[in-house]
């Protein structure tokens, strides 16, 4: 039988002639694994580079309408996150805002903070209002509410552009109660309606009732009948039920968008101020006979999350009115009524 000789090494597959004891190869194999990480990652940084790029060609050839390729890209530089941020920011640069809003979006969904000078820049100096409003909302979701509101919202609600003044003023709402004061002031001096309306149902969804007195100065001002609709609307949920008949009188206005938005004033009443329910309920079945279908739909669907037995038969009227849409918002409020799925089931 073959036997292999004593003290005879065997040849180890790593065994080259520089190598010389185990010391040595250790080094040698701890050397290689280094390379081959370093040049992985050197190649990986330079393959996503490439794919970096490449998604930012194609969200600049992106048609609108292809909804589908739009989240793709969208998604698959989001999911490279602060890598992409560079080369993101550059392409802000491109006179196409349709491209630049999508580069913000894209931005804003990173969530990287170092971002937050580019959207103050973009407010300062873009010229584009579609491009500062959409940099006013990446810049309010990305700064601290615990901190003082950036002083570039603030000067923004300065904007010639009536429609930048408004997004600020629904943006500052995230801030709470320090937003107080720079609404109040909005409500005061701002010449546009659409500015006002927000600002006034803003005060009321931050709930600071020591606003209560400046607003029910306000209204008293105030000759806009969406604003004085807003503010009133503003005092009741804040708990001043005196301004209630002010809302209901709304009810009865000329305007069939003012009357439609007083609808919707009272089931914010509803929500945050049911003991007043009682009081809304009677107007809201007189409204079933409103003139125009978006009021009367509107009213049978409130008194359907109210529950109102009374409404029944004003509803079974409507089972038979010349448009569709009431007479299916009417046979499904009937329904719920009946079949007690109501939110809350007053009995009325």
Not at 151 to 179: K, S
Not at 255 to 273: G, K, M
Not at 322 to 331: I, M, N, P, T
Request: with cysteine; hydrophobic share 40%.
């Amino acid at each position: 039988m073959f036997r292999l000789k004593k003290n005879v090494k065997r040849p180890h597959f790593l065994h080259f002639p520089f190598l010389v004891g185990n010391r040595n190869r250790s080094y040698f194999l701890v050397s290689l694994v280094f390379l081959i990480l370093i040049g992985n990652s050197f190649f990986g940084c330079v393959n996503r580079r490439e794919k970096i790029q490449k998604l930012i060609h194609e969200l600049a050839l992106w048609q609108e309408g292809d909804h589908r390729g739009y989240s793709r890209i969208t998604n698959a530089l989001i999911r490279i996150g602060k890598p992409a941020v560079p080369d993101l920011i550059k392409t802000l640069k491109d006179e196409n805002y349709s491209n630049r809003y999508s580069i913000i979006y894209v931005l804003s969904r990173i969530r990287d903070e170092s971002v937050i000078p580019v959207f103050e820049e973009l407010i300062k100096k873009d010229k584009e209002p579609y491009i500062r409003i959409s940099a006013i909302s990446s810049l309010s979701e990305l700064s601290s509410k615990t901190q003082p509101i950036p002083g570039v919202l603030i000067d923004a609600l300065y904007d010639e552009d009536a429609n930048v003044r408004e997004n600020v003023v629904r943006n500052l709402a995230n801030f709470g109660p320090q937003a107080v004061p720079v609404l109040v002031k909005t409500l005061l001096e701002d010449k546009e309606p659409s500015v006002r309306k927000p600002a006034a149902w803003h005060l009321g969804y931050i709930g600071d009732k020591s606003t209560v007195p400046k607003l029910k100065k306000l209204l008293n001002l105030e000759n806009h009948p969406s604003v004085r609709l807003k503010v009133s609307t503003a005092l009741v949920r804040l708990g001043d039920e005196s301004a209630l008949p002010v809302v209901l009188q709304f009810l009865k206005h000329e305007d069939a968008s003012v009357r439609e938005d007083t609808i919707w004033a009272l089931e914010e009443i509803f929500v945050y101020q049911p003991a007043l329910t009682s009081q809304i309920v009677f107007p809201l079945i007189d409204s079933l006979k409103d003139e125009h279908w978006t009021v009367r739909r509107g009213a049978a669907f409130l008194l359907s999350r109210i529950g109102c037995k009374s409404a029944i038969p004003s509803l079974q009227d409507l089972l038979k009115d010349k448009d569709k849409l009431v007479r299916s918002e009417a046979k499904e409020a009937i329904n719920k009524i009946k079949a007690n799925r109501a939110k809350t089931s007053f009995g009325y």
